[in-house]
């Protein structure tokens, strides 16, 4: 049950938004009516996280559906489209009128004094008869209104679920990017060692001890900028789930981002943990023996189901699919039925009128029936609010043929940016095979004494590289491909919806 602040916060959106002047009553009792009936169907209990859980997307992006205030903020909107839409269809129901009253005179003048006392009560009922569709027009508008109100929350549901799913990769990319920093100051610890040893035996100079060290000394320093970028990366999906004070949990990989770690942990309980990492590694007795080369399997055999739609089946989708086009389409019948509304308000109305009266002086009672006919219109007024109507009209459908103009150039410029991250993925994966084996290649150079220590570091740096941009193109693919899925409102699996007919 929604509590009372709440409700009255709805009350006054009610009586505040968009109502005509002649509502204003009903609405006011509508409001009323609607303290006492508004029920959980609006109220979604807020979900957390437990400590130690293992989600999906799927189950990321139902915390978000359970939690977003903004569609929360849909849902309350819905609710007042339909309360206006219930008020312009009370014009067809009676209105009833009641009044009771007691009067006392007292008369004094130099003749005489008089007195009275009056009780009176009366009670009447009015219908409105036909007032040549205007009422119909307006009901109609409403519905409108209600519509668009209903895809304005479907958009809302979409963008709530996109926004998770670039997050949920955000967090992948950023663990996967992380584990490839943090193995490369492993191999530069390890390389350190091995260096430091030849330097001890007089077999490398001092200047490739020392370039040895600054290298170590920059893949921590990356790997302290990788450890921010993932928590951010944290912050940023349990932002979009709106769950503050998160404990630890973990995520899983999806179809299209399937590392070698099967689970990302989630843990911001020791955001403000600091480490020593300016101290050297330790001395190993095997130093020498450090030089093997470890493949950093981050993104190995990695696949992915390209995808389904040609651009134009997508465009054709985005036209049939995207809740805020529907939108404009219902604005714009709601603008043609306000047109027509308009345009009859030049026409009488017909109603019915009973009532019934009763005076205690002489014991008086009486009863009347009526059928009126009347109208009131200020021509030159009306002819300007036509005119304004028509203009609403054909602004409506501008924004329409503007949207769809938007529409199709943001589908095409989503599509041809997956495309192109579909084609650079496996050249990528071939380049960080290439690079590892030139990694490989320059540090059994080294280690015999072949090679010198700029090509070994630059062989190093060129396998690392490709490892980031590999996990940087996955994820930017990842996003392209959601934002795309999103442009056309793909169906998902995973949504909300409000129970009511369109």
């Known amino acids: 049950m929604i509590k009372m602040n709440k409700k009255c916060d709805l009350i006054v959106t009610i009586l505040y938004r968009g109502l005509n002047l002649k509502f204003h009553i009903k609405a006011a009792l509508i409001a009323v009516c609607l303290c006492f009936s508004i029920t959980s169907s609006f109220a979604v209990e807020q979900m957390s996280v437990e400590k130690n859980a293992v989600l999906n997307i799927k189950d990321c992006i139902q915390i978000a559906l359970n939690n977003s205030p903004l569609i929360k903020k849909a849902r309350y909107n819905y609710g007042i489209a339909k309360g ?9 129901f009676p209105t009833l009128g009641i009044g009771t009253g007691y009067n006392l005179t007292d008369n004094h003048n130099n003749r005489r004094n008089t ?3 009056i009780y009176s009560a009366e009670a009447s009922i ?11 027009a307006n009901i109609r508008m409403y519905n409108f209104d209600r ?11 979409l963008e709530t679920i996109f926004g998770v799913k670039t997050n949920y990769y955000g967090v992948l990319a950023a663990k996967a990017t992380l584990d490839v920093n943090r193995a490369n100051v492993q191999i530069n610890e390890r390389n350190y060692q091995r260096t430091k040893a030849y330097f001890d035996e007089g077999i490398r100079s001092k200047i490739d001890l020392v370039n040895a060290e600054v290298n170590l000394s920059d893949s921590k320093v990356t790997l302290v900028e990788s450890e921010k970028n993932y928590k951010n990366a944290l912050v940023k999906l349990n932002n979009s789930m709106y769950i503050a004070f998160a ?13 070698q770690n099967n689970y990302a942990p989630v843990n911001l309980e020791k955001i403000d943990e600091k480490k020593d990492l ?3 590694p330790k001395d190993v007795s095997d130093a020498f023996l450090t030089s093997q080369v470890e493949k950093i399997n981050i993104l190995d055999n990695y696949k992915f189901e390209p995808f389904p739609y040609t651009f134009e089946e997508s465009v054709n989708l985005a036209y049939k699919n995207r809740p805020d086009l529907k939108v404009y389409d219902a604005s714009l019948n709601a603008m043609k039925e306000a047109l027509k509304y308009t345009k009859r ?22 009863f009347n029936v009526g ?28 924004e329409i043929d503007q949207a769809k103009q938007d529409i199709y150039f943001e589908v095409q410029n989503l599509y041809i940016t997956m495309i192109q991250l579909e084609k650079q993925i496996p050249l990528l994966a071939v380049k960080v095979k290439q690079t590892l084996e030139n990694f490989e290649l320059a540090d059994g150079r080294y280690a015999v004494g072949l090679g010198d220590y700029i090509q070994l570091q630059d062989a190093k740096v060129n396998y690392n590289n490709a490892q980031v941009s590999y996990v940087q193109t996955v994820y930017n693919y990842n996003v392209a491909r959601a934002n795309l899925e999103k442009a056309i409102a793909l169906p998902q699996s995973v949504t909300t919806t409000i129970e009511d007919d369109k």
């Open 247 to 259: 404990p630890e949990y973990e995520i899983e990989n999806t179809e299209t981002f399937n590392f």
């Open 126 to 136: 009015s219908q409105l008869i036909w007032n040549f569709g205007k009422t119909n």
């Open 371 to 398: 059928i009126n006919l009347s109208s009131s219109v200020n021509i030159k007024g009306q002819k300007h609010r036509i005119d304004n109507a028509k203009l609403q009209v054909e602004l409506a459908e501008t």
């Open 115 to 117: 007195s009275s006392n």
């Open 278 to 280: 300016s101290k050297p």
């Open 147 to 157: 519509i668009a109100s209903l895809y304005e929350f479907e958009d809302t549901v």
């Open 345 to 366: 308000e030049y026409l009488p109305e017909i109603s019915a009128t009973a009532g019934y009266g009763y005076r205690d002086q002489y014991n008086t009672n009486s």
């Open 84 to 92: 206006n839409l219930g008020v312009a269809k009370s014009d067809y």
